[in-house]
């Protein structure tokens, strides 16, 4: 026997799905088990999930061990992944059946493969014929013997299902059962590659001998949008198929990207497996079991994907990288580019990660020839990077309440006149973000958060971004009830949306925010009808700045540069710079030039200087200097503390009480910061404190961090929760 199979009987380590402290120990079941096998155990009265992680521990009264109850149909959990989710946890501080539990999120595991009827052409033809009779068999004759579920069939055809049900009666058409878990379709590596220019080429030769190493290591891809950091990576993912070893794209905003499957379709022929919140239930299952049996190549996913069961991990690429929503700020804290390189470090394979303005971590990385660099200088054929200026708002005629200074004016009727898209730009979803009463000055705010509740007309409601709860606009001010003084303040992309239409009554204009949508599938078809041309002026949130191509794009107005700047966060310049460069890319992206102008009150600030000054080295290099001055990321370390509590002298207790009994921290030479107030100081009623640990680059700061928080004890409603490298200090 292998040394990783377990015979019947034998004692074996189960990490659960439970939160327990650690694996627990069972007897294997009839026929034995695998290391890292899925396995359903009795816990008390219940039936829960499990991996078998060793031989057992032996620290349990042998007496009452009980046996494995199941050995479920999914391939095992591979030793990468078992050692990836231990030091993902140990980086983290997360608890390892927490760790488990992300990578075990396709619900049903357990059960035996589900089927589905599948509905093929009979060998009867019925009595009598209708018109959508007809139709049901033509659609079936043109899928040559290929078989259709009902939904298909019948919308196919514009049939009622019962039309179909009826055929099924008259033998004119079988019904089957056919299994659900089916295999994706072959990708072929050398379908459709495009000829590539001699920076792409030389790129992407880069790459796929990275691959072809079958080492680790990681490559920073720059290059600004629209140069073909797709096309040259989606070459080292072709290198890795041909390799037989599997590839992972990681995106943000995955739901949203219909584009990049297209033409991930186009290069490989067929579409690859989707991993991310809009996919079901059935089909995540499919994926998730389909990934381990290595009979999925491509996975396209969000950050979550990189926890699923790849059999042989060869790629992970990581687009748009210093994306903000690689960090999931719930639950797990972790940075899915960071996770990405630690398991690629694991198993061996390559990390891409691509984007036209990196993180200030991964420029600092590639710097010190940590990672690889390859620069995409030029955009691919005719199109040029946008033309940029700056409106000096100090200077502009504008009315209370509008926000679309008439020299921004001007440049979009321009682009009317010669039927070009513009964009204006504004991070701001809603109608108003503050609705203030102009007979007492209240602020309307939400009854759970300290946060102002920021009105959808759209929605017709008042909406709290912190929580989600929502409540209707009143119509008298809950602190004075004076009638009709309620008044919104400041812009909101519905906002803006009004004043535009105003201003260009001819005009097209589409507002796209997400929550104006019922889905992500309507706001992938909105977006890609927008980018056909069904829309004259688009006015858009951060949404659009990710990535998405529209060729008829050549003005991008950002509405409120300044916006980003204001802020304690310590990315809060290298964030504005970023997204501003997004955003400047959306324009001109086909053959005609583009141009971006961004209004703001401080034309001279620093960072809206070299956004205009293009002098992207120049933006790192300052950057990078006062960080490593002030030892802050990525030249020194730091941890968030957020303590939470339902009772506000409960938190402040303990925050004081952490900030006294630093000793552990000390010893690495760390320092804590606190406790204070949240900048958003109650979100769902909890009320929240923050403590800030900041270290050397180079100690074992994990370690500290345990030991200090391990003293004290955690009672009542009083929550820890420790965030390494925060992204987000709200
Ligand atoms: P990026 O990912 O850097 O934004 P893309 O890879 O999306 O750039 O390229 C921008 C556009 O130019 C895409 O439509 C792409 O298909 C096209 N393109 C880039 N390189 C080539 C090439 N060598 N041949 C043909 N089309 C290309
Ligand atoms: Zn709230």
Redesign the pocket.
């Known amino acids: 026997m292998s040394p990783g199979f377990f015979k019947e009987d034998d004692l074996i380590a189960v990490l659960t799905t439970q939160p327990f402290a650690s694996t627990l120990d069972y007897r294997a079941p009839e026929g034995g088990c695998h290391l890292g096998a899925f396995v359903e155990v009795p816990l008390g009265p219940r039936k829960v999930l499990g991996v078998v992680w060793g031989p057992g521990v032996g620290d349990f009264d042998p007496a009452k061990i009980r046996a494995v109850i199941r050995v479920l149909d999914a391939a095992p959990m591979r030793d990468e992944l078992r050692s990836f989710l231990e030091r993902a946890g140990d980086y983290t501080l997360t608890p390892l059946s927490a760790m488990l539990r992300l990578c075990t999120r396709a619900p049903g595991l357990g059960d035996p493969p589900s089927m589905r009827k599948v509905y093929r052409l009979g060998l009867s033809e019925p009595g009598r014929m209708t018109d959508a009779r007809t139709r049901v068999l033509d659609v079936l004759r043109d899928m040559g013997g290929l078989s259709l579920t009902l939904g298909e069939l019948a919308e196919t055809a514009g049939v009622t299902p019962s039309v179909v049900k009826g055929l099924v009666k008259l033998g004119a058409v079988t019904e089957e059962e056919s299994p659900r878990d089916t295999a994706f379709p072959r990708l072929d590596p050398d379908l459709g590659g ?4 001699g920076d ?1 080429a030389a790129g992407a030769e880069a790459l796929m001998a990275g691959v072809r190493s079958g080492d680790y290591g990681t490559t920073l891809l720059r ?10 990576y989606l070459e080292a993912v072709a290198e890795c198929l041909r390799r037989g070893r599997q590839a992972l794209v990681l995106l943000p905003e995955i739901a949203l990207s219909a584009e990049f499957l297209t ?1 991930v379709e186009a290069r490989f022929g067929a579409r690859p497996a989707e991993w991310h919140s809009g996919v079901t239930v059935t089909e995540r299952r499919r994926v998730w079991k389909m990934v381990g049996e290595g009979r999925a190549q491509l996975v396209v996913g969000a950050r979550s994907a990189l926890f699923l069961p790849f059999q042989q991990l060869g790629l992970v690429v990581v687009d748009e990288e210093h994306d903000t929503s690689y960090k999931q700020e719930e639950g797990v804290l972790y940075n899915a580019r960071d996770m990405a390189v630690l398991r690629a470090a694991i198993c061996g394979a390559r990390v891409v990660l ?1 984007s ?1 303005t990196p993180s200030l971590e991964s420029w600092a990385n590639a710097e010190a020839g940590k990672y690889d660099r390859i620069e ?1 200088t030029s955009r ?2 005719v199109a040029v990077m946008p033309k940029m200026r700056t409106i000096d708002m100090r200077a502009e005629d504008l009315p209370r309440d509008r926000w679309v200074s008439p020299s921004l004016a001007r440049s979009v009727t321009q682009r009317l006149e010669k039927g070009e898209q513009s964009l204006l730009f504004l991070n701001r979803r809603g109608y108003a973000p503050v609705t203030i009463c102009r007979a007492c000055g209240h602020q309307i705010g939400c009854d759970h958060c300290d946060a102002r509740m920021v009105e959808h007309r759209f929605l017709k409601r008042l909406v709290c971004h912190q929580c989600g709860e929502s409540k209707p606009v009143p119509d008298i001010c809950p602190s004075c009830e004076a009638e009709d003084k309620l008044a919104a303040v400041g812009p909101g992309v519905e906002r803006l949306g009004e004043e535009v239409t105003g201003l260009f009554p001819e005009a097209r204009v589409a507002v796209l925010s997400s929550d104006m949508y019922g889905s992500a599938r309507a706001l992938k078809a909105e977006i890609e009808n927008i980018a056909q041309g069904a829309a004259d002026i688009i006015i858009g949130t951060q949404l659009v700045a990710k ?1 998405h ?1 529209f060729p008829l794009l050549t003005l991008v107005g950002v509405i409120d540069a300044d916006l980003g700047l204001q802020g304690s966060d310590l990315r809060a310049a290298e964030r504005t710079f970023q997204l501003m460069r997004q955003v400047a890319g959306r324009a001109g ?1 086909a053959e005609k030039p583009g141009e971006a102008v961004m209004q703001t009150y401080q034309p001279e600030h620093p960072v809206i200087r070299s956004i205009l000054g293009g002098d992207e080295g120049g933006f790192w290099r300052a950057e990078a200097a006062e960080r490593r001055a002030a030892g802050v990321p990525p030249y020194g370390r730091m941890a968030g503390i957020i303590l939470s509590s339902t009772d506000v002298q409960e938190v402040f207790d303990l925050g004081n009480a952490m900030a006294r009994q630093d000793g552990a921290l000390r010893k690495i030479g760390a320092q804590v910061f606190g406790p204070a107030p949240a900048p958003i100081a109650r979100v769902r009623g909890r009320h929240r404190v923050r403590l800030l640990v900041k270290a050397p680059k180079g100690v074992a700061l994990q370690a500290a961090l345990a030991e200090w928080a391990g003293q004290f004890r955690l009672r009542g409603q009083l929550r820890l929760a420790i965030d390494i490298d925060p992204q987000s200090f709200y």
């Open positions: 495009k000829e590539l220019t792409q290059g600004v949008t629209g140069s073909g950091k797709t096309e040259v033409r691509a036209a995409l691919f054929g990535g191509n992206r």
